[in-house]
């Protein structure tokens, strides 16, 4: 099981920011995601932000959670990639979404797609990126697109990065178990009662691929409220409810890791999802599986 923070770019007080991620790699979290919106005035663009924060760490894990990709050329999305995998020592995973809000993407210059387009041009990107990671002294791409023509790709990334989809729709979640390595949905939409269903197109997709459905890392974007009081619902209230329901999570819908964001107090949000929370879930799914083991 791993566990992170889900950081909102908000481009008003990078020195703020960058306290809350040494904060939560302090607090022994794993993973450090950073949603994608170019277009948002209020964002610092999430790349520039990845970097800057790379530098500022030493062991947290960071992603774009995801990659806005029409407006991210896949070839140059992966050299940044590799770039800064090899400046972290091997940090960095690659978070990739289809796109959304179309107008938005169409106003600072990128194309709109249709949804058919949108997966297909996420398909070819993988390959794209794929190749420019391989080693090679030339790839070659024709895609509908995407193309390369012949381009020396480098530098290769530091360790394997890994490409997460942040998929939705039944073509993507197809295209998830066919090629990617991992699966980041957010309980904003990908609610736990969606999760069995579209855990079922994923390993399907792997399945047909020749793929072990099980090599599909599932990392959910989770928001919620850390009180002292009652239960108010779905990750809202106090620690124990949290620990059942991150738990149940893990061991009933199939999740390997969690990003969080938090309402309320952050400080003391992510002091009680790191100290209290976090160790108690990975006994608890640690349990559950040496049982189901024997």
């Known amino acids: 099981m ?22 939560a790699e302090d607090l022994g979290l ?16 999430t790349w520039t932000l990845l970097s800057a924060l790379g530098v500022e760490t ?17 070839a140059v999305l992966a050299k940044s990639a590799a770039s800064l995998d090899l400046i972290t020592g091997g940090r960095v995973e690659l978070g990739l979404g289809a796109g959304a809000f179309w107008e938005a993407i169409e106003a600072m210059g990128g194309p709109a797609r249709t949804p058919g387009e949108a997966v297909d041009a996420l398909e ?28 020396h790709p480098g530098p290769r990334p530091a360790h394997p990065i890994g490409i997460w989809l942040g998929a939705g729709g039944p073509r993507m979640l197809g295209l998830t178990g066919r090629l990617a390595d991992g699966w980041v949905p957010s309980s904003s939409w990908a609610t736990p009662d969606r999760l069995g269903e579209m855990h079922r197109r994923i390993d399907e997709g792997a399945a047909a ?66 100290e209290k929370i976090v160790p108690a879930v990975r ?12």
Do not use: C, K
């Open 2 to 23: 791993r566990f992170g923070y889900f950081l909102t770019p908000v481009a008003e007080d990078y020195v703020e920011l960058a306290r809350q991620v040494r904060l």
């Open 30 to 45: 794993d993973l450090l995601g950073i949603q994608d919106h170019p277009y948002q005035r209020r964002f610092f663009d």
């Open 58 to 74: 030493r062991r947290i894990s960071l992603f774009p959670d995801v990659a806005n990709l029409p407006l991210r050329q896949p």
């Open 124 to 151: 070819e990107a993988i390959a794209v990126i794929r190749l420019m990671w391989s080693g090679e002294r030339a790839v070659r791409f024709d895609g509908r697109f995407h193309s390369l023509s012949g381009v």
């Open 209 to 274: 691929a020749g793929r072990d459905p099980g090599a599909v890392l599932r990392i959910y974007n989770v928001f919620g409220r850390i009180t002292d009081g009652p239960s108010n619902g779905f990750l809202d209230g106090p620690v124990d409810r949290w620990v059942d329901e991150l738990t149940e999570l893990a061991t009933t819908y199939r999740m390997d890791a969690f990003v969080a964001a938090f309402e309320g107090p952050l400080d003391a949000s992510l002091v009680s999802f790191a």
């Open 283 to 294: 006994e608890g799914v640690g349990e559950e599986r040496a049982g189901a083991e024997r």
